[in-house]
């Protein structure tokens, strides 16, 4: 096992620190030697008793046995079968992978825990985080359990206060930069070639991506067999890789014989990615100023493009972008139908399946699995935005029947 650069395929130690090749600057990448990962499953037989976790899968992943671990329990999140939200987009077989039930309420804890162990193993003081959110609440959760220091640079005003509110009540160091995602991106990784004791934990680190591919693994096992579609938010566009590599990883150990179709899904405010997927994926225009409701998403300069339009290609999938009032849509349709409230980018998915029904590309008998990839107590402020205000009453059993029309009902019990 050892890294090796996606592009160039230049080799490094497993324990160096490192986030990019030193040679053409391509992303790094955890590869395991042919037959490694399914001799270790059969050394480690255990694993397969245990309970659905993220460390459940130990012998695929990357942090040494001795390792002391830090975990929050993450992982393990429920896969609902969905049937009020099948039947009213028309297709037979819609399940909600909602990762909002992990300990800080998105899919980021799956990279955090092994990252966090893994910047202990290395003897790193301090982890940092550029972040739209949900990964500086998770840094922060996860630093603070293996008692290191945490810093995380957020762009101004665009982090929703659920986000921000983990992060600074876990004691992290926050900062906020005038500028969006890509800018704090971008000074992140120059701090950290400038000071080596401070070890970064975005996604550009393939520690992340080795946690987080553990939710391809788990799909498939609570599903009992593969879906035929799999379609995931893309921002920063690491989480759509990392799902396709752990499938790729159960494939190759012949635990499936066959792969899903991988859709991206992006804020058309905010598209670069599936802009890239549709003009042959082969460059990429970053966007300068990226705008859209679902601010997880809203990332104009992904650093994980190659690597989510290769998953997107290779699997005969596609990319689809989606406007803010079909996501807002999407968002009210899962609550009100299936009781599953998920932050806006996490309802991308479900308004982009709903377009890919209509137009033929997805089949109403087909399995599909939609990640959602945050929990809808992330992002309270949408309510507010989008929503009216509840009613206000006196506090009068007449005022409430009123409101409730249930006035009516009551004469008539009367007369009987
Ligand atoms: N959904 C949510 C809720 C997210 O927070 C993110 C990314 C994504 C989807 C996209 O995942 O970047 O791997 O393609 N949030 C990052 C953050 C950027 O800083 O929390 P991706």
Redo the contacts with the bound molecule.
């Keep these: 096992m050892n890294l090796k650069c996606f592009e160039c395929s230049k080799a490094y130690e497993l324990d160096t620190i490192i986030y990019t090749c030193i040679d053409c600057g391509g992303l790094l990448e955890v590869v395991y030697e042919k037959g490694e990962l399914l001799a270790n499953a059969e050394k480690e037989e255990a694993w397969k008793g245990l309970p659905l976790s993220v460390w459940k899968y130990y012998p695929f992943l990357p942090i040494g046995k001795g390792s002391s671990r830090v975990t929050l329990n993450e992982g393990g999140t429920g896969l609902h079968i969905t049937e009020k939200l099948s039947a009213f987009l028309g297709i037979s077989r819609l399940y909600i992978k909602n990762e909002g039930e992990n300990p800080t309420g998105?899919?980021?804890d799956r990279g955090m825990t092994i990252t966090v162990t893994k910047a202990r193993e290395l003897g790193a003081s301090t982890v940092i985080?550029?972040?739209?959110?949900?990964?500086?609440a998770s840094l922060s959760a996860y630093g603070a359990r293996g008692g290191l220091k945490r810093i995380v640079i957020i762009p101004t005003g665009k982090v929703a206060y659920g986000k921000l509110s983990q992060a600074m009540m876990c004691g992290a160091n926050v900062i906020q930069v005038q500028g969006n995602?890509d800018n704090a991106l971008e000074v992140v990784m120059e701090l950290t070639g400038r000071h080596t004791d401070i070890y970064l934990v975005n996604?550009i680190n393939p520690f992340r991506i080795e946690g987080q591919k553990t939710l391809g693994y788990e799909m498939v096992d609570q599903l009992g067999g593969v879906p035929d579609w799999v379609i995931i938010?893309?921002?920063?566009?690491?989480?759509?890789s990392a799902v396709w590599k752990g499938l790729l990883e159960f494939r190759e150990m012949g635990f499936i014989d066959r792969l899903p179709r991988m859709v991206g899904v992006q804020a058309e405010g905010s598209s670069p990615v599936v802009d890239a997927f549709e003009s042959g994926g082969k460059r990429i225009e970053n966007v300068k100023r990226p705008e859209t409701v679902a601010t997880?998403?809203r990332?104009g300069a992904?650093v994980?493009w190659k690597k989510?339009v290769r998953a997107m290609m290779d699997s005969g999938g596609t990319a689809m972008k989606v406007s803010d009032d079909e996501i807002l849509e999407a968002q009210g349709s899962l609550a009100r139908l299936e009781g599953l409230f998920v932050?806006p980018?996490?309802a991308s998915p479900i308004a982009a399946l709903k377009k890919l029904i209509r137009n033929g590309t997805i089949a109403r008998d087909e399995r599909v699995v939609c990640v959602a990839?945050?929990h809808g107590l992330?992002d309270p402020d949408i309510i507010s935005r989008f929503y009216e205000k509840p009613i206000e009453v006196p506090a009068k059993i007449d005022a409430i029947e009123e409101i409730l029309e249930l006035k009516e009902k009551k004469t008539i019990v009367a007369a009987i």
């Design positions: 998105s899919f980021k985080c550029a972040s739209t959110g949900n990964t500086s995602f996604s938010p893309v921002g920063n566009a690491g989480n759509i997880a998403i990332i992904p994980s989510a932050e980018a996490s990839t945050g992330k």
